[in-house]
């Protein structure tokens, strides 16, 4: 039998690092896919030296529709996988744009990670796919207004908290269609983890650092919710931790859930012929 690997999305940042670190002490075979393959390279470097062979790295950049493709065209021709961690993830001080124009948290943690799944999930039978989500989800909205973010009405929280709602409707939409091919689809929640993305280059950063920081979960501990999601063989569940619940009814029947799939199909739909 041919090794299977499981792929781990934005696998050098922190979050990311502890998840590939815990597969490979595991004895799984990973995919690192990263945007800056310098920066992550002497990581994989560094975990191969002490699990030989065990971890490859791969450009993968989520703002651009171009490399996911690119990215899973090479998958489908060198590597069978069993898992897809959806782990990577922005939130950005400033309003930016990915490289077909959309803006930047939204085109990478939803749109990005949408087209990258679309792609990849016809390999995937019988295994598992993992989405990141996010307590922000609470106060996120998708309506009929879910991409029309601009310089003007941007605000970090405002397309994170959106991003990740849609992803969570994504992985119940998912654990449903998919089911029949025997994929596991769930969601996890990492909990407020101690990386940069809660840096808000504010005067009160270095108070929180000190008050705040102390208090919060590890990488490792982070990881967690994404390990355990990976071995379950539910779907549609939420995991925090090694606990986990069901995506809760009021998102089942969330009523612009069918127009923000259509719009993510029609979006990514010149990139999906592989």
């Known amino acids: 039998m041919s090794t299977q690997y499981t792929i781990v999305t934005g696998a050098g940042g922190s ?3 502890a998840i590939t670190q815990a597969l490979v002490e595991r004895g799984e075979h990973v995919i690192m896919a990263c945007r800056n393959l310098d920066k992550d390279r002497p ?3 560094e975990i191969n030296s002490r699990y030989p062979g065990s971890v490859v790295i791969m450009e993968l950049n989520l703002a651009s ?3 996911i493709a690119t990215f899973a065209s090479a998958i489908q021709e060198q590597y069978p996988i069993k898992a897809l961690i959806n782990n990577a993830g922005v939130m950005n001080k400033h309003y930016s744009t990915t490289k077909q124009g959309y803006e930047m948290t939204i085109g990478v943690n939803f749109l990005g ?3 990258l799944t679309r792609l990849l999930t016809p390999m995937l039978k019988n295994g598992h796919i993992t989405f990141t989500t996010s307590l922000t989800r609470y106060i ?5 207004n879910f991409f ?3 310089a003007n009405n941007y605000g970090r929280f405002k397309a994170y908290s959106r991003s990740k709602l849609a992803t969570t409707l994504l992985a119940h939409y998912l654990s449903q269609q998919l089911a029949p091919m025997g ?3 769930n969601a996890a929640d990492p909990g407020i983890v101690d990386t940069g993305m809660i840096h808000m280059d504010a005067w009160f950063d270095p108070i929180a650092d000190a008050l705040f920081r102390p208090c919060i979960s590890t990488p490792q501990q982070g990881a967690i919710s994404a390990l355990s999601a990976n071995m379950s063989n539910l779907s549609g569940e939420i995991f925090e931790k090694q606990r986990h619940h069901t995506i809760p009814k009021r998102l089942h029947t969330h009523p612009h859930t069918q127009w923000l799939l259509e719009q993510a199909e029609l979006i990514t739909a010149p990139w999906c012929k592989l």
């Open 148 to 150: 029309d973010l601009t």
């Open 65 to 67: 529709f171009d490399s």
């Open 113 to 115: 990670t949408y087209l």
């Open 43 to 45: 990581l994989c470097q």
């Open 183 to 185: 994929i596991h689809v």
């Open 15 to 17: 979050i990311g690092k």
């Open 140 to 144: 996120g909205k998708v309506d009929k």
